[in-house]
């Protein structure tokens, strides 16, 4: 049995791998639009086709339309990944994908988008029939409705995991209804949620959105505390006394500002009151003040005046047989007021 040679071996096994991987697809690229792919009426927006640096070429198409024939036409196609559409209509709706070229092959073609215009129609309405603030594991109704009669109606999350659920529509008080049901709920289904309608006929064109429906999950972030009043579209059985409740931590500061202030305005008047009346007191008994004009107040304690008897000698010319030295008492006293001070 003859040997196949080294060389020639590696030789046939690297010619049928780079064969493979010339007939092997290209992994395909992803599309996406800016600002969003629900797009108002008459609003610009952008698709881009995000692939490999290595990208010669890019064709962005909807589905379903007719590829070109043309090798030439393929081989030469845009060489920019954007498709600009400066005004939304709804002749521009439907699901779009796009591809790339590299090394003369064309790339498998990515996911489809979906892309929408709102704002054709009246707004229904949603609500949730559990209340906006609900509990995990919980079973979540939200109920969509309008006067309109669409045939489906669209749920989407604008937050979190954008989710969107199509469901058919039923007659409800001259209009039309449905119901998502969100069971059991989890922290991750808390957001913001909106409803559309529209018609089978139709699908990418939807109505204008519903007012947004802000769901929370009690345990979570986003989730209020305790002493926040829960918001619900249905009535609550204690709202009243979280009311009061909040009331009172609002009017307690206020009265006890209220009271402090009088309190502070009747101080202020006090002292100015009794400043006047020791004034006026003051022009009244002027000798109150102590010492006027070098005499001692007719208002001092009697206490603080001492009497004293002086005794005083007035010399005589002397008389026959009596010396003129020796001195004549008197029988007059006078007393002396002294006035200390």
């Known amino acids: 049995m003859s040997m196949v040679p080294p060389s020639l071996l590696c030789l046939g096994l690297c010619l049928s791998q780079s064969t493979w991987a010339q007939k092997g697809n290209l992994p395909p690229p992803r599309i996406t639009a800016l600002p969003g792919s629900t797009v108002p009426a008459k609003s610009h927006v952008t698709l881009l086709c ?8 890019y064709r962005i198409s909807r589905v379903g339309s007719p590829e070109p024939m ?14 600009s559409i400066a ?28 892309l929408v215009m709102t704002g054709a129609y009246d707004k229904p309405s949603l609500s949730s029939m559990a209340g906006t603030v609900v509990s995990p594991g919980e079973k979540v109704k939200l109920q969509c409705v309008s006067k309109i009669n669409h045939d489906v109606f669209i749920l989407t999350k604008e937050d979190g995991d954008h989710v969107t659920q199509n ?3 039923v007659p409800h008080d001259g209009g039309r209804q449905t119901i998502f049901l969100l069971n059991p ?15 089978r006929d139709n699908p990418y064109v939807w109505s ?7 769901l929370q999950v009690e345990g979570t972030t986003d989730s209020p505390s305790s002493t926040q009043p829960r918001c619900s579209t249905a009535p609550s059985g204690n709202r009243a006394s979280q009311d009061i409740r909040l009331g009172i931590w609002i009017g307690v500061p206020v009265a006890v500002g209220l009271l402090l202030l009088v309190f502070l305005i009747f101080l202020i008047l006090y002292c100015l009151r009794k400043a006047k009346n020791n004034a006026e007191r003051k022009e009244r008994h002027p000798e109150a003040a102590g010492w006027v004009n070098g005499q001692a107040s007719e208002a001092a304690d009697p206490q603080d005046v001492t009497y004293s008897q002086v005794t005083c000698h007035v010399p005589h010319q002397g ?23």
């Open 185 to 199: 709920v989890s922290s991750t289904q808390a957001g913001t949620f909106r409803c559309y309608g529209a018609f």
């Open 70 to 83: 043309d090798k030439e036409e393929q081989i030469t196609s845009r060489k920019t990944n954007a498709l």
């Open 167 to 169: 469901q058919s529509s």
């Open 319 to 341: 008389t026959a047989g009596t010396p003129s030295w020796v001195p004549r008492q008197t029988q007059s006293s006078e007393y002396v007021t002294l006035a200390f001070k």
């Open 50 to 57: 995000q692939g490999p640096k290595q990208a010669e070429g």
């Open 208 to 214: 204008q959105p519903s007012d947004p429906l802000q």
């Open 87 to 114: 005004e939304m209509t709804s002749g521009k709706t439907g699901l779009y994908h796009c591809s790339y070229q590299r090394g003369g092959r064309w790339s498998q073609f990515s996911d489809p988008l979906q």
